[in-house]
């Protein structure tokens, strides 16, 4: 059994940050690729941010300048450093972390976080 857990969340005036973690649990061999998406009512679920197992980045162009994703890989965490939100930013984010196995990967998701970007 494999658990993301998302935490940090909530409710930011624009211009403010927000920093989300994403911790996996359970039956881990080994962690590929690891992500951030959002998905704001009426839309689309989109990437945010990703980042592989040995720490190279792309970003969504919306975000680019003001997100840092990361990775602990001691701790089975990825970290969303959000800057000067914007209302436009209001959204659930979802951790995502593809599992690899000898012979086998898998995508595992999170519950979900709302951050809501409003004065």
């Known amino acids: 059994q494999v658990q993301l857990v998302e935490s940090g969340g909530g409710l930011v005036q624009p211009g403010g940050s927000l920093r989300l973690s994403c911790v996996v649990s359970?039956?881990?061999?080994?962690?590929?690729?690891m992500g951030w998406f959002r998905q704001a009512p009426g839309k689309e679920r989109e990437l945010v941010a990703a980042?592989?197992?040995?720490?190279?980045?792309n970003y969504a162009d919306s975000v680019k300048g003001r997100f840092t994703i990361s990775r602990d890989n001691a701790k089975n965490t990825v970290y969303l450093q959000m800057n000067s939100l914007k209302p436009d930013d209001t959204a659930v984010y979802y951790c995502?972390?593809?599992?690899?196995?000898?012979?086998?990967?898998?995508?595992?998701w999170g519950q979900g976080t709302q951050v809501t970007v409003s004065l």
């Open positions: 995502n972390a593809r599992l690899l196995w000898v012979g086998n990967s898998h995508d595992y």
């Open positions: 980042i592989t197992s040995v720490g190279s980045t």
């Open positions: 359970g039956s881990i061999y080994r962690i590929g690729a």
